[in-house]
């Protein structure tokens, strides 16, 4: 299958060209492997070559002495290299020696000698629509950051191809099936983290039901605040025989999933405001595609077409998995707000000079729809205490359908398939 480009390829030869190393993290099957031999010049790939695993443990400084980049790949299956790493980097004192790969976080004492200054983390995860070629990408998110404006034509995009762009998902590998195989691949995938992704971690055997189960109540919230005891509420109440009884092991499945880059937070923005207003701080979660939410759930296009309050909070997930690839720089954040008055942003998006931008998501492109986002926006931004902080570069409705204007209060709207980064 042909490689397809990606905006992580540009991303990881600029690091290169400053850190000693790069450690690419992200779920199993986002594609790091294969980015990271576009410019490897030796490849070790630890989870098949028993003999690199083997010396590893023995004189590890023989792997790292080789043909830079370096690639280490699944690098946490021996971690040990992590320090013979940051040495070799010292001692060379020379940027692109090394690129690590991991499809699991490890222990944070593996990593307790830092590496910063040496290697930069850089997050890989499935590909956008625009790296899918979707659509007709003309309005750059970098550029709304600079305040411009577009004018843009109909993608032509409708919102049963937009169900298929969710259930199909964005992991590298299924690009060439066909709907109803790339289904059952991420259907395939769901059950080995239940089964297998999840014991190796850190060793731990848990119930592979109560994974699922977990999983799949993770899948109904998603794009959404929650807490642990709704999580476990919700699993005690659907799945007959299957609790989580204690909320500390809620927690410990939550922080394995997220270790294995599956489970994902979109942390609150504080902005500073003119009135006394509380702010709700309770991450909203998602899944590193929604495309998992579905397999998670069993769902199915049809049934998907038939529940469009939560066919919407799926495309809300797909944008923001889009959002954070564009913005994929270490200054960078996807963030949302929500304060106790009802008032909710989807997206807060901040890039590395501070500039910042207000999103919305919203499936349906007719007038009220996006009325009622640009109100929303609206009213968000005159809270705003500008003379403690910048105001925002643009206000920004991103639709499922429909055409790309400016509307006459200053609201960008922006049809999904024309977003670029």
């Known amino acids: 299958m042909a490689y397809l480009p990606r905006l992580a390829d540009q991303e990881l030869q600029r690091r290169l060209a400053y850190a000693g190393g790069v450690l690419l ?14 410019c490897a010049g030796t490849v070790h790939h630890f989870d098949v070559d028993a003999n690199a695993r083997a010396l590893a443990d023995v004189a590890p400084d023989l792997l790292l002495q080789a043909k830079p980049p370096v690639l280490l790949d699944e690098w946490q299956l021996v971690p040990e290299l992590w320090n013979h790493v940051r040495r070799a980097i010292d001692a060379q004192g020379t940027p692109g020696q090394f690129i690590l790969t991991g499809s699991a976080r490890p222990a944070d004492d593996v990593t307790r000698h830092s590496g910063a200054g040496r290697i930069s983390r850089m997050r890989i995860r499935p590909l956008s629509g625009f790296e899918r070629g979707v659509g007709q990408p003309q309005v750059s998110l970098k550029a709304l950051l600079r305040g411009e404006s577009f004018s843009v034509g109909d993608p032509g995009l409708s919102v049963p191809g937009l169900v298929d762009l969710i259930c199909r998902g964005g992991f590298p590998g299924h690009h060439a099936l066909a709907t109803p195989q790339c289904m059952q691949a991420l259907r395939d995938y769901v059950g080995e983290i239940s089964r297998t992704d999840i014991r190796e971690v850190d ?17 109904r919230h998603v794009g959404t605040p929650v807490r642990a005891s709704t999580l476990a509420a919700d699993v005690a109440a659907r799945f007959s025989g299957v609790t989580i009884a204690r909320l500390e092991t809620v927690a410990e499945y939550l922080a394995v999933l997220e270790r294995l880059w599956i489970l994902e937070y979109q942390p609150a923005f504080a902005p500073h405001l003119r009135s006394s207003t509380r702010l709700r701080s309770t991450p909203v979660v998602h899944l590193v595609d929604p495309a998992l939410a579905v397999a998670a759930l069993g769902a199915t296009p049809e049934a998907l077409l ?27 954040e996807v963030q949302h707000y929500r304060d106790e008055s009802g ?31 640009a109100a929303a926006l609206l009213k968000f931004a005159s809270r705003l205490d500008t003379t403690r902080m910048p105001p925002p570069a643009a206000l920004v409705i991103i639709t499922g359908t429909g055409y790309g204007y400016r509307r006459p209060d200053g609201v960008q709207v922006v049809p999904y398939g024309a977003l670029a980064p």
């Open 306 to 332: 038939r529940e469009l309050n939560f066919l919407g909070l799926l495309f809300e997930s797909m944008v923001l998995r889009d959002l954070r690839i564009f913005m994929n720089h270490q200054l960078a």
């Open 25 to 38: 993290e992200g779920a199993k099957a986002t594609g790091k492997t294969a980015t990271a031999l576009l």
């Open 343 to 373: 008032l909710e942003v989807d997206a807060i998006v901040t890039g590395e000079d501070g500039a910042w931008c207000a999103v919305e998501v919203k499936l349906g492109s007719a007038p009220a729809v996006v009325d009622a986002a």
């Open 203 to 219: 060793g731990v055997a848990r119930d592979p039901l109560r994974v699922a189960a977990l999983l799949t109540a993770l899948a």
